[in-house]
Protein backbone atom coordinates (compact mmCIF):
# COMPACT_ATOMS: atom_id res chain seq x y z
CA UNK A 1 0.00 0.00 0.00
CA UNK A 2 1.43 3.50 -1.04
CA UNK A 3 0.74 6.20 1.73
CA UNK A 4 1.87 9.64 1.86
CA UNK A 5 2.76 10.48 5.19
CA UNK A 6 0.84 13.95 7.09
CA UNK A 7 3.14 13.97 10.08
CA UNK A 8 7.37 12.61 11.22
CA UNK A 9 6.72 8.75 11.88
CA UNK A 10 9.74 7.38 13.84
CA UNK A 11 11.41 4.33 11.41
CA UNK A 12 9.41 5.30 8.28
CA UNK A 13 9.81 8.99 7.17
CA UNK A 14 9.45 12.53 7.70
CA UNK A 15 5.70 14.48 6.64
CA UNK A 16 5.30 14.79 2.69
CA UNK A 17 7.00 11.24 2.10
CA UNK A 18 5.60 8.90 -0.22
CA UNK A 19 6.16 5.41 1.77
CA UNK A 20 5.06 1.38 0.18
CA UNK A 21 4.09 0.02 3.73
CA UNK A 22 2.55 -3.27 4.43
CA UNK A 23 -1.70 -2.86 4.17
CA UNK A 24 -2.08 -4.30 7.20
CA UNK A 25 -0.05 -1.30 8.51
CA UNK A 26 -1.38 1.34 6.35
CA UNK A 27 -5.08 0.21 7.02
CA UNK A 28 -4.84 -0.77 11.29
CA UNK A 29 -2.15 1.99 12.01
CA UNK A 30 -1.47 5.20 10.28
CA UNK A 31 -4.49 6.00 8.45
CA UNK A 32 -6.90 5.54 11.28
CA UNK A 33 -4.12 7.94 13.64
CA UNK A 34 -4.15 10.22 10.24
CA UNK A 35 -0.05 9.53 10.33
CA UNK A 36 -0.74 9.08 6.64
CA UNK A 37 -3.42 9.31 4.05
CA UNK A 38 -3.24 7.13 0.38
CA UNK A 39 -1.36 7.90 -1.72
CA UNK A 40 -4.21 8.26 -4.76
CA UNK A 41 -3.19 10.20 -7.91
CA UNK A 42 -5.10 13.67 -6.47
CA UNK A 43 -3.11 13.50 -3.24
CA UNK A 44 0.21 12.70 -5.00
CA UNK A 45 -0.69 16.20 -6.99
CA UNK A 46 -1.86 18.38 -3.81
CA UNK A 47 1.69 16.70 -2.17
CA UNK A 48 3.44 18.10 -5.32
CA UNK A 49 1.68 21.46 -5.08
CA UNK A 50 2.20 21.86 -1.36
CA UNK A 51 6.01 21.14 -2.16
CA UNK A 52 6.39 23.64 -4.91
CA UNK A 53 4.69 26.02 -2.72
CA UNK A 54 7.04 25.29 0.47
CA UNK A 55 10.34 25.25 -1.89
CA UNK A 56 8.69 28.87 -3.41
CA UNK A 57 8.22 29.92 0.49
CA UNK A 58 11.80 29.08 1.70
CA UNK A 59 13.33 30.64 -1.39
CA UNK A 60 11.65 33.84 -1.10
CA UNK A 61 12.40 34.02 2.60
CA UNK A 62 16.57 33.36 1.66
CA UNK A 63 16.36 36.33 -0.64
CA UNK A 64 14.54 38.26 1.94
CA UNK A 65 17.46 37.48 4.25
CA UNK A 66 20.41 37.98 1.89
CA UNK A 67 18.54 41.43 0.97
CA UNK A 68 18.44 42.01 5.19
CA UNK A 69 21.81 40.83 5.69
CA UNK A 70 23.52 43.35 2.92
CA UNK A 71 21.71 46.34 4.53
CA UNK A 72 23.09 45.80 7.50
CA UNK A 73 26.21 44.98 6.75
CA UNK A 74 26.35 48.61 5.77
CA UNK A 75 24.77 50.46 8.69
CA UNK A 76 26.97 51.55 12.06
CA UNK A 77 24.33 51.29 14.52
CA UNK A 78 24.60 54.70 16.91
CA UNK A 79 23.56 53.62 20.68
CA UNK A 80 23.75 56.74 23.04
CA UNK A 81 24.31 55.25 26.77
CA UNK A 82 24.62 56.84 30.09
CA UNK A 83 28.11 56.68 31.82
CA UNK A 84 30.03 56.30 34.51
CA UNK A 85 33.50 56.94 35.02
CA UNK A 86 36.31 55.68 32.69
CA UNK A 87 33.36 55.26 30.23
CA UNK A 88 32.31 51.98 31.75
CA UNK A 89 28.37 51.92 31.18
CA UNK A 90 25.24 51.29 34.03
CA UNK A 91 24.53 47.82 33.20
CA UNK A 92 25.31 46.64 29.23
CA UNK A 93 23.85 46.99 26.42
CA UNK A 94 21.07 44.18 25.51
CA UNK A 95 20.05 42.33 22.56
CA UNK A 96 16.39 44.35 22.82
CA UNK A 97 18.21 47.48 23.19
CA UNK A 98 20.18 46.82 19.37
CA UNK A 99 16.57 45.57 18.25
CA UNK A 100 14.61 48.21 19.09
CA UNK A 101 17.27 50.93 18.10
CA UNK A 102 17.68 49.04 14.75
CA UNK A 103 14.16 49.38 13.78
CA UNK A 104 13.95 53.09 15.07
CA UNK A 105 16.71 54.66 13.08
CA UNK A 106 16.86 51.96 10.20
CA UNK A 107 13.48 50.39 10.22
CA UNK A 108 14.91 47.19 10.35
CA UNK A 109 12.85 44.13 12.11
CA UNK A 110 15.43 41.69 13.70
CA UNK A 111 14.43 39.44 16.29
CA UNK A 112 16.03 39.99 19.13
CA UNK A 113 17.14 36.32 19.85
CA UNK A 114 18.64 36.25 16.27
CA UNK A 115 21.60 38.88 17.61
CA UNK A 116 24.52 36.95 19.03
CA UNK A 117 27.11 38.75 20.88
CA UNK A 118 30.23 37.33 22.21
CA UNK A 119 30.36 39.45 25.72
CA UNK A 120 28.23 42.08 27.01
CA UNK A 121 28.73 46.03 25.90
CA UNK A 122 29.89 46.96 28.82
CA UNK A 123 32.15 50.13 27.41
CA UNK A 124 32.11 53.03 25.03
CA UNK A 125 33.53 52.43 21.73
CA UNK A 126 32.95 50.08 18.67
CA UNK A 127 31.82 46.93 18.35
CA UNK A 128 30.90 43.84 15.65
CA UNK A 129 27.82 41.45 16.57
CA UNK A 130 26.36 38.63 14.13
CA UNK A 131 22.84 38.66 13.46
CA UNK A 132 21.42 35.41 12.39
CA UNK A 133 18.74 35.98 9.61
CA UNK A 134 18.19 32.26 8.36
CA UNK A 135 20.39 29.41 8.46
CA UNK A 136 22.60 30.22 5.70
CA UNK A 137 22.91 34.05 5.93
CA UNK A 138 24.18 35.81 8.56
CA UNK A 139 25.30 39.82 8.74
CA UNK A 140 27.79 41.60 10.80
CA UNK A 141 26.18 44.51 12.17
CA UNK A 142 29.01 47.52 13.52
CA UNK A 143 27.49 49.28 16.74
CA UNK A 144 29.03 52.17 18.13
CA UNK A 145 28.10 52.84 22.00
CA UNK A 146 28.54 56.59 22.64
CA UNK A 147 28.52 58.46 25.94
CA UNK A 148 24.74 60.56 26.56
Known amino acids: MKVILTQDVKDLGKKGDLRDVADGYGRNFLLPRKLAIQATEG ?62 QHDLSVDRRKIEMKEPLKAVGEYTVTVKLHPAVTAPLRISVEAL
Open 43 to 104: NRQDLAHKQKKEDERRARALTEAELTGARLAEIILRLQVKTGSAGRLFGAVTNKEIADNLAA
